[in-house]
C-alpha cells in the first residue's frame, strides 16, 4: 500500500479545522451555489476515496438553476429536500449527512439540513454538483470554519467531483492536480464572460437513472479499453476550449464540447455491461440538433451521464431553436 492509498476524506479535511467545530448560532441564511454543465468532461478517477479525477476539466455554470441549502441546530439529524422529510436511512440523507459528519465528527451536535433544488433531482442535471456545493458553503458557514476557497472546493469535490466546480459563476475550470490529499485538485474560475451565450435545457426523462455516474465511471475504467483513448481526447479538447473562449470563437466551443461529450459516451458504450444512458428520445434530439445544423443554425449539444440534451447556442440563435424545441428552458449563463 502506498502513501494515497491510506489518505481518507477525514484524515485530509481534519488538518483544516479548528480544534473543535461548533455551530456559530442556531441557524444560517441558506446558501446558494449553481448547477453547472461541464464542456469538457470528468470521467474517470484516479483516487475514488478523495473524488481525484484522471483528467483536468471545465463548465459552465447555470446562474439561477442549482441549490439552495439552510442548516439548523436541531434535537435530532433531519434532512428535507425540496421541502419534505427525507427518511435517514434514505441514501439521499445518508449521503448529506456523512459529508457533514466530515466536519463536525460523528459526535457531533444534530443538525437539520433543508435543501431546495430548482432542477430535476438525479436526473442528469448535476443536482449533485450544486448539492454539494451548497452544502459545502452552508457548512463553513454554520461552523463559522472560513476556510479558503481552494479548501472549499476541494472538500465539496470530496462530495462529488464535479461540486469542485459549482463553487463559481461562469466558465470554470477544475485542475486535476498531482498532490496524493488532492489540495491541488481544485475549481478555479475563468475571467472571460460571454454575455450572449445560451444553454438550452432539454429534459428527455425526469426518473432517476439507474447507474449513478460513481458506478458508470469505475465500470467504464475498468472494463472499456476505449477508455485508454479518454485522458488524450480530453487534454486536446481543454486546450481548444481555452482557445475558443479567449478568441470569443463560438463555432470551436460547440465542436469541442459536442465532440467531447459524445466521446465520453463513446467510452460507457464500450463498457461491460454496456452503458448506454441515451433514451430514443435522445437520439431523436440529436438528429434534430444536426438536421438545423445542417439548414445554418448554429447548436451543439452536450449530455451528462443521463438521458437529457444541454443545447449551446449565441442568443441570436434562440428563436430559431426555441422553435424546434418548444420545451426547451434557456438559461443565460452570464445574464
Ligand atoms: O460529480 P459526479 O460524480 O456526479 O460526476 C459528474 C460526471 C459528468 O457529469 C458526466 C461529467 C462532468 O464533468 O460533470
Redesign the pocket.
Known sequence: MNMSDSLTKQSVISQYLPETVTPLGDTIEAVFAPS???LC???GKRNSEL?LPINS?L?ISLAHLGTQTRLSVSNEDQVWLNGQRVAVEDSFARKVIAFIDLFRGAQGLPVRVDTDNNIPTAA?L?S??SGFAALMLAIDRFYGLKLEPSQLSAFARMG????S?SLYHGFVEWQMGVRDDGMDSIALPLVTRWNDLRVGLLKVSSDAKAV???SG?NRTVATAHLYQSWPLQAAADLARLHQAIAENNFTQLGETAEQNALS?HATMIASWPPLLYWQPDSVAAMHNIWQARAEGIEVYLTM??GPNIKLLFMADAEAAIQQRFPDMDVIAPFA
Not at 462529488?160 to 461540486?163: Q, R, T, V
Open positions: 453547472n454543465i461541464a468532461k470528468y470521467w473524488n476539466s463548465s442528469g448535476a449533485s454538483a462529488s467531483g464535479s461540486a466546480r449513478d455516474s460513481r465511471m465520453m451528462d451521464a
